[in-house]
């Protein structure tokens, strides 16, 4: 092995040990938090737990509150995989699925499965956004990313003339952003006991029937 494959060989190892090391932080934060809380969390304590040094953790995320939008960051995605919400396949599908009808029902299972993962994340960080401008912040970035979310998707619904009249993209949008609430999948699922599978037939019908002619 010449010396040059060998430093491009052990640099892919480094990486490769990096982001596993930056996966376990990010999954024993998540447990962290939703267990003691926000405030309840140190970074010292999801270190130990991993077996790293707390410098290692700060270099990565910077600070607690970093840590906190990078669990926010992976519970929507589902991974640590580096391609944009917006390059994924479900991406793709939707936005080639010609029957506007079928396409608000894939993008219901989409949110759905996103939920499951997102919700009591999303709940924490919007309590303890309440008492922490630090975690103020990450709430912030957070609505406003879904918001940047939802006017894409509206708007791909307006340029394929898909939306009833009377709906412009902006109304799109914020009824979008009103049906991802997370109190709506707390209160239905988590609290009445709906099945996210019976919440998805209902989040699909009420979008059908408040977007589409």
């Given at each position: 092995m010449s010396d040059d494959v060998k430093r491009r060989y052990d640099s892919s190892g480094r990486q490769e040990q990096a982001r596993r090391t930056r996966w376990a932080v990010v999954q024993t934060a998540r447990r962290r938090f939703l267990d003691h809380g926000y405030a309840g969390t140190t970074l010292a304590a999801v270190a130990e737990e991993v077996g790293v040094s707390v410098e290692t953790v700060y270099k990565m995320f910077a600070n607690k509150a970093?840590?906190?939008?990078?669990?926010?960051?992976?519970?929507?995605?589902?991974?640590?995989?580096?391609?944009?919400?917006?390059?994924?396949?479900?991406?793709?599908?939707?936005?080639?699925?010609?029957?506007?009808?079928?396409?608000?029902?894939?993008?219901?299972?989409?949110?759905v499965d996103v939920d499951r993962r997102t919700v009591a994340v999303e709940l924490l960080?919007?309590?303890?956004?309440?008492?922490d401008p630090?975690?103020?912040?990450?709430?912030?970035?957070?609505?406003?990313?879904?918001?940047?979310?939802?006017?894409m998707f509206a708007a791909h619904l307006d340029e394929g003339?898909?939306?009833?009249?009377?709906?412009?993209?902006?109304?799109?949008?914020?009824?979008?952003?009103?049906?991802?609430?997370?109190?709506?999948?707390?209160?239905?699922?988590?609290?009445?006991?709906?099945?996210?599978?019976?919440?998805?037939?209902?989040?699909?019908?009420?979008?059908?029937?408040?977007?589409?002619?």
């Open positions: 970093g840590l906190l939008k990078a669990v926010v960051d992976a519970s929507v995605a589902g991974d640590d995989e580096p391609v944009p919400m917006a390059e994924r396949d479900f991406v793709r599908r939707i936005q080639e699925e010609r029957d506007p009808v079928r396409k608000l029902r894939l993008w219901s299972d989409h949110i960080v919007r309590d303890a956004a309440a008492s630090a975690a103020a912040g990450v709430w912030e970035q957070m609505v406003t990313e879904k918001l940047t979310g939802m006017a003339a898909h939306l009833r009249p009377g709906v412009a993209a902006y109304d799109a949008r914020d009824m979008l952003a009103a049906y991802l609430s997370p109190d709506l999948y707390q209160l239905l699922v988590n609290r009445q006991g709906w099945s996210p599978e019976r919440f998805g037939r209902w989040l699909s019908d009420a979008l059908v029937a408040a977007l589409l002619p």
